[in-house]
């Protein structure tokens, strides 16, 4: 069965200090891989897609950046957080033409 | 108008009772439904979806949707208060985007 892990579960970091953000899929190959936010009381904002390694599509502008550097691996990174970057991180994956998507346990970030 | 839709509750029922979760959307292309249920604190959690009008059951969960009115509804039969969670809509439109919408809160009273 599939399996999508997020690291770290909570993080505090101070305004302008770098993020990362990693998310792995075990159990499935060439996954699409999603990086959404949920900010507190807000609705999911898809953030960044993949369909495969090395390509990634953005949705909305910002000062976060995604990589996939290995098929089953998706990184989100800033290199300075801003206060509004604050909230819940998750990443999802989808299988080929599957449209179902399922989430990993999620990133609580909050920015200082 | 947003694109996905929802009230935000809180839904309160008895426990036992019928929930009823409701959700309009926008794009008339839509084709693809689902409904996932968010614990507080926790990730959304697939339960059902849905691609052709009328019914689908799956345990105590039934998903309707009328494209027509452009509309798809949860019901929970026998509601529990482990039902107790915030129910996110979702919908795949004509971009081939997940939209969601912000959810209804849903509350069960033993």
């Known amino acids: 069965s599939q399996t999508i892990h997020q690291w770290p579960a909570t993080l505090v970091q101070p305004v302008g200090s770098p993020l990362s953000l990693e998310c792995t899929v075990e159990g499935t190959s060439n996954p699409n891989l999603y990086w959404y936010r949920q900010a507190a009381g807000r609705g999911l904002q898809l953030l960044f897609y993949?369909?495969?390694?090395?390509?990634i599509s953005s949705e909305v502008p910002q000062n976060l950046s995604a990589s996939r550097p290995q098929d089953r691996q998706f990184i989100l990174s800033s290199k300075k957080l801003l206060l509004s970057d604050s909230g819940f991180y998750l990443c999802a994956w989808s299988g080929g033409q599957a449209r179902e998507q399922f989430f990993g346990p999620g990133t609580r970030l909050t920015v200082l | 108008q947003k694109e996905v839709e929802q009230n935000s509750g809180p839904l309160s029922v008895p426990e036992g009772a019928i929930a009823s979760l409701n959700c309009t959307y926008s794009d008339r292309v839509s084709q693809s439904f689902f409904w996932y249920r968010q614990y507080s604190g926790k990730s959304p959690e697939l339960i059902m979806s849905?691609?052709?009008?009328g019914d689908k059951e799956d345990g105590r969960f039934t998903a309707q949707l009328n494209k027509a009115s452009q509309y798809v509804s949860l019901l929970i039969r026998d509601s529990q208060p482990s039902d107790s969670a915030t129910y996110l809509c979702a919908v795949i439109g004509g971009f081939q985007k997940l939209v969601f919408g912000t959810g209804t809160r849903l509350l069960v009273s033993p």
């Open positions: 993949s369909v495969g390694i090395g390509q």
């Open positions: 849905i691609y052709s009008n």
